[in-house]
């Protein structure tokens, strides 16, 4: 049996950083084609000409950046990973004679100089440029969905409040279509709804800006959601951070229209069934674009049956049973439905946004639309998954909706640079194997004629 001598760990090597990091690893790929340059741009605002030299502010934010690639638990954890991985050492550039910056020294930083900034966002979209400049964004279609991060809150520890209800961001878009919808009846448009609403809601005491997660299987307890948009190579374009119990649709407005000035080819947006709401669909549809979305079965309808067998007559605006009963038009009431009523005082409703429902659904049976969402299970699906299972996204350490949202970009734009660096290596090999191929290939021949 061969057993090894301690004595190997005395062992002296001569080597240099660079001979120690492998060729293929991942840190050689972004520092290759991720250009870190415009972090000291962004960030010479907040750093003075007296005192003592700072720590590099590329050096600064790298190590956030290691920490997100490699799903690292958190900035303590990193600082001592990195002290000792040679390949960490040689992407922040600090060889083994220097030290390694204390993880407060980032913490202090973050809180004293870059807290109440948009230098998170920034790096993101500086990023995601560099990405698009390579032309490696898919601008025809879009999936949009949320994802929830569980706080660092103690489900337990909580107090009951009562809150004001927000109103939806479709309030206003909604309350003109409806009295578009009364005009054309010669009916008088309703006012703005003056009612403030309130609700019962659970706020956490020891993260105040998350939100109580209530839905369906899922475990309950204090989170945020990140409402995410991404192309269809799996490309992150933007992301929004909000508390869990505000409703996706609230927020899709937000992920969605500061998109369309940059997409101009933007055809198809696909989301799942949370955003099943009229007005939304209705606005992705004023801006020429097909919305695709799954089934989602009636709720709290008892006339769904009813309204099968009823036939519309355009004519007289009325809707007629088979057994010769007639639902003639009331008026459109102010949550958005036309009231039709029969001889008998029975009522139905119809949303206003019926067409718009329609319109989807064939698009959801058509061969096209099956063949873009069947595709959402392979980008925005599988951006999620990454980001919990490989990336420490399934929760957070960090206490409140700005630092939260800080992280969550950073790691979503440190997603994006290895999807990048790894593709752009690929090609790079493949394009580097061809030349090879067809230089001992000319050579070949070259050899050939001389012989001949």
Known sequence: MFMNDDRLKDEFILSTLNDLVPENHLVRK?????????????????????????????????????????????????CEEINVNVAYRWFINLPFSEKIPDHSTYSKNYTQRFYQTDIYHQIFTNVLNQIIQHNLIDFTNINIDSTHIKASANKKKFIEEIVTKEKSV???????????????????????????ETKRSKVSTTDRDAGWLNKGEKEKNFSYNAHTACDKQGFI???????SNIHDSKVFKAVYQPLIPNMPQLATVSIDSGYHSGPLIKMICDYKHLPLLPYKRPMGNKNFKLLNQLVYDALSDAYIHPNGHTYKYIGVNRQGYKVYRNQFKNDIRISIYKPYFD??????????????????????????????????????????????????????????????????????????????????????????????
């Open 359 to 452: 319109y989807a659904r064939d698009l959801r049976v058509s061969t096209y639309g099956k063949e873009i969402y069947s595709r959402r299970k392979e980008t925005i699906e599988r951006v999620f998954a990454d980001f919990k299972e490989r990336h420490f996204g399934r929760y957070t350490h960090y206490r409140g909706l700005k630092k939260v949202s800080d992280h969550t970009l950073l790691i979503f734009a440190s997603m994006n640079m290895k999807k990048m660096a790894n593709y752009l290596a690929k090609v790079s090999s493949s394009i580097s194997l061809l030349l090879s191929k067809l230089l001992k290939l000319c050579n070949k021949k070259h050899h050939f004629h001389l012989s001949y």
């Open 237 to 243: 374009i933007n992301t929004v951070l909000k508390p």
């Open 170 to 196: 479709f309030e206003d878009e909604m309350l003109d279509f409806i009295n578009d919808h009364r005009e054309d009846n010669d009916d008088k448009p309703l006012p703005p709804n003056a009612k403030t």
């Open 30 to 78: 972004i520092a290759k084609w991720v250009d870190f340059s415009f972090i000291y741009d962004l960030t010479k605002p907040f750093y003075s000409d007296k005192g003592r030299p700072a720590i590099d502010p590329v050096v600064l934010f790298k190590i956030p950046i290691i920490k997100s690639l490699f799903g690292i638990s958190s900035i303590r954890r990193t």
